[in-house]
T-cell receptor
């Protein structure tokens, strides 16, 4: 059974057209993360939620926003996608934010910007 | 510092052992991890090691940690074609953040 689900798997948007990526989890985990992974690069953390507390990485562009309406769902909003935002976006969850807790990753959404 | 480095490619024959290496810079990291990413898929946690350990073995996987040199390695015994993937090492940073390495693409040929 899928535990971390991301929809859609592939998303195409136009330059400057807002786009929302979705992540849901069946693990009832407290923490949800969004990573950006560009081609042939390591995943890079954008932000995470611990319950309803939002934690933004210092170098995450303002163009990226997130919402977590409930425990199960978390959204990544890109307000005005640029060509440089084309990447794989990975959602992950963990029970807590402690280092002993494994992060479980979804399959990712590959974003193409035309 | 938050740099985690890996060699980009490794090619091995089926049945041989694979050794993937990683160097990290944050000596305060408490846990170090190995993740596997198959084409078009998310990251799968393979194993992790606590920083006070030198070695951890889990079936075909052996993790070695040299904390003095900040060097981590993953050995896969009897490598199979299904092991072909990108392998990322990662260190925890400030407990709630994982810093990933650049990834090593392992190719297994018959």
């Amino acid at each position: 059974d899928a535990m971390v689900i991301q929809n859609p798997r592939y998303q195409v948007t136009q330059f400057g057209k807002p786009v929302t990526l979705s992540c849901s989890q069946t693990l009832n985990h407290n923490v949800m993360y969004w990573y950006q992974q560009k081609s042939s690069q390591a995943p890079k953390l954008l932000f995470h939620y611990y319950d309803k507390d939002f934690n933004n990485e210092a170098d995450t562009p303002d163009n990226f926003q997130s919402r977590r309406p409930n425990t199960s769902f978390c959204f990544l909003d890109i307000r005005s996608p640029g060509l440089g935002d084309a990447a794989m976006y990975l959602c992950a969850t963990s029970r807590t934010s402690g280092f002993t807790d494994t992060q479980y990753f979804g399959p990712g959404t590959r974003l193409t910007v035309l | 510092g938050e740099d985690v480095e890996q060699s980009l490619f490794l090619s091995v024959r089926e049945g041989d052992s694979s050794v993937i290496n990683c160097t990290y810079t944050d000596s305060s990291s408490t846990y170090l991890y190995w993740y596997k990413q198959e084409p078009g898929a998310g990251l799968q946690l393979l194993t992790y090691i606590f920083s006070n350990m030198d070695m951890k073995q889990d079936q075909r996987l052996t993790v070695l940690l040299n904390k003095k040199d900040k060097h981590l390695s993953l050995r896969i015994a009897d490598t199979q074609t299904g092991d072909s993937a990108i392998y990322f090492c990662a260190e925890n940073y400030n407990t709630d953040k994982l810093i990933f390495g650049t990834g090593t693409r392992l190719q297994v040929f018959p």
